[in-house]
């Protein structure tokens, strides 16, 4: 249905079945048009193109970030070259407390995980972990809300080890019993994989995001939105956080932020994700494709791998309401999890795993025949 629009990826690929869109989706061909649209510009306009970027590019990206997720103040959207730089700058903006208390979770994403572990060395951070698979989780995360005064909380929309998505009455829960906390929720299995509308609570989170996975776009492009009114001042910070500021002579005797995104924005970067980003959406956006139409045509492909699927009750969630755009199987061992992997990629299948789990990732660029393929391949397993 949409394989036109991937021509390059799929002829590269030919003969192979791509079920690892979670951990690296394929580009359209409309990437292509950016990519090669960031070195025009550079040509062209030398050291102007950053003129055109603040002046163009940016905004429009901002429009469209903001229509997919329903954010209603596009100027209040900060950039990076990966999450991984957000967070750690909003965590900085507590540095100077004498304790710093999280509350996150068992399942975040490696890089995140590694960072709060490395902060954990640091005696000042007191940080709680919850297990979002346990059956008490939501009453055990409402406990530890009421019963502490924690300053961040970090939690997956969609978690990368299970699918599982975090749900829209469970974030308006946490909304409602953080106190003062500062509320990031990483949406990097999320983001233009499933509907969001964070218009109710747009002044009450962090929304972070990027291009590389289901936006379609590749690395380098990442985002946050920030509240309303947001007055964090990280100390990592860079010299695109005053951007407005930047040819004043006064003497500053405090570091000056933009009281907008800019504020957590750092320094000079490579900007062609960002042309990508735009080709992509604008080129969907011609073919009157949506982020809605991708999520219904993904469930449908879902549905049909697990129907009569003798593996079925193995995959950790099989409410697809539920999930994102994959499915985890769970193996019980690393051995046996590694082996299906390689067995299935002998075949032409290409999978991910993490542990004992083996992810199956949709996209677009899937065909219904291709999942029967796939489905078959992987029973024939010994």
Known sequence: MYQKFYSDFLKAHKNQIHLAAHSHHFWPDSAK???????????????????????????????????????????????????????????????????IKILTSTCEFHSVARQLKRFEEDKKFQIDYLDPEDDSFENTLETKLSQNNYDIILL???????GKILSHQLIQKIIKLKGKASFLLDAYHGFCAVETDIAPYENDLYYLAGGYKYAQAGEGMCFMTIPSNCQLRPQITGWFASFSTLE???????????????????????????????????????ENIKIKD???????????????????DQFIEKNLEQCGQFLTLDLATTEKTQKTHFQLLNKGILTDFRGTRLRFGFAPYLS???????????????
């Open 156 to 162: 997956s929309h969609v978690f990368y080890n299970s």
């Open 294 to 312: 991708f999520h219904h045509y993904i469930k449908k492909l879902q549905k049909s791998f697990l129907e009569n699927n003798p593996l079925a």
């Open 368 to 382: 219904h025949n291709d999942i029967l393929a796939a489905k078959q391949a992987l029973n024939s397993l010994k």
């Open 33 to 99: 048009k950016g990519h090669l649209e960031s070195y025009e510009k550079a040509v062209l306009l030398s050291d102007k193109k950053w003129e055109y970027v603040f002046e163009t590019l940016i905004p429009e990206i901002k429009k469209i970030i903001a229509s997919q997720i329903h954010f209603t103040r596009p100027q209040d959207i900060s950039f990076a070259s990966n999450t991984h730089e957000l967070i750690t700058k909003v965590i900085s903006s507590y540095f100077e407390q004498k304790e």
């Open 248 to 286: 004043k002579t006064v003497a500053q005797t405090r570091t000056n932020y933009d009281d907008n995104g800019m504020r957590f924005w750092g320094s000079t970067q490579e900007m062609s994700a960002f042309y990508r980003f735009r080709s992509v959406w604008k080129h969907f956006h011609q």
